[in-house]
């Protein structure tokens, strides 16, 4: 069974569209996350939610707005995609600070 | 700003030989993990190490970490095809309550069958 999962896993829009990546957990988690990871490979936390409530939001536009509607969900809406957003997101789930699991990420291309 | 800076960027070896990847990172830690990302795919989980540990040991994993140079290295013995991959270190940082793992900028490894 999929721990951690992405839907879907490619995305192509173009700009000015909104669109939703879906992430789903099944290890019981009580910690989810968001990555963005760039062409370069450089990994960076855009989001984290504990028990459904958001604790950390880094500089990111406020475009992205995640949603959790329980623990074991942590979707990412993005409204007005722009060309920058191209990038493969992650979503990642952990208990407490310890090992973090991730899904195989979504690759989202704005033509 | 970038927690962990990883050297080298990219490493190429032949099977059967070790690799050793570097990673520095600025502020005090609870933990530093290292994980795998193969191409196209999300990252593995390797080995964790806590602040108050100097060595790790999991199969043909070492991991060091000294604190006081704010530094760990991980070595992969007996290197194979299958290692190819990138490798990432991240830290939890201390006292933040962020719950969230700074990575590394990953170092590149191509081990050559």
């Known amino acids: 069974d999929t721990a951690v999962s992405q839907t879907p896993k490619y995305l192509v829009t173009q700009m000015g569209n909104d669109k939703s990546i879906k992430c789903e957990q099944n290890?019981?988690?009580?910690?989810m996350y968001w990555y963005k990871q760039d062409s370069k490979k450089f990994l960076k936390i855009m989001f984290s939610?504990?028990?459904?409530?958001?604790?950390i939001n880094e500089t990111v536009p406020n475009r992205f707005s995640p949603k959790s509607p329980d623990k074991a969900h942590l979707n990412l809406h993005i409204n007005s995609l722009e060309l920058g957003d191209s990038a493969v997101y992650f979503c990642?789930?952990?208990?407490?600070?310890?090992?973090?699991?991730f899904g195989p990420g979504t690759r989202l291309t704005v033509t | 700003s970038q927690q962990g800076e990883e050297d080298p960027q990219a490493l190429s070896i032949q099977e059967g030989e070790n690799a050793t990847m570097n990673c520095s990172y600025k502020?005090?830690?609870?933990?530093l993990q290292w994980y795998r990302q193969n191409s196209g795919r999300g990252l593995v989980h390797l080995i964790l190490i806590r602040s108050n540990e100097r060595e790790k040991h999991s199969g043909r994993l070492r991991v060091t970490l000294d604190t006081s140079k704010k530094s760990s290295s991980l070595l992969i013995t007996a290197s194979r095809a299958a290692d190819t991959a990138s490798y990432f270190c991240a830290t939890d940082a201390k006292d933040t309550g962020r719950r969230a793992l700074t990575f590394g900028s990953g170092t590149r490894l191509q081990v050559q069958p």
């Open positions: 939610y504990n028990n459904k409530e958001l604790i």
């Open positions: 290890l019981g988690h009580d910690t």
């Open positions: 502020t005090s830690i609870n933990n």
């Open positions: 990642a789930s952990s208990r407490y600070s310890y090992e973090q699991y």
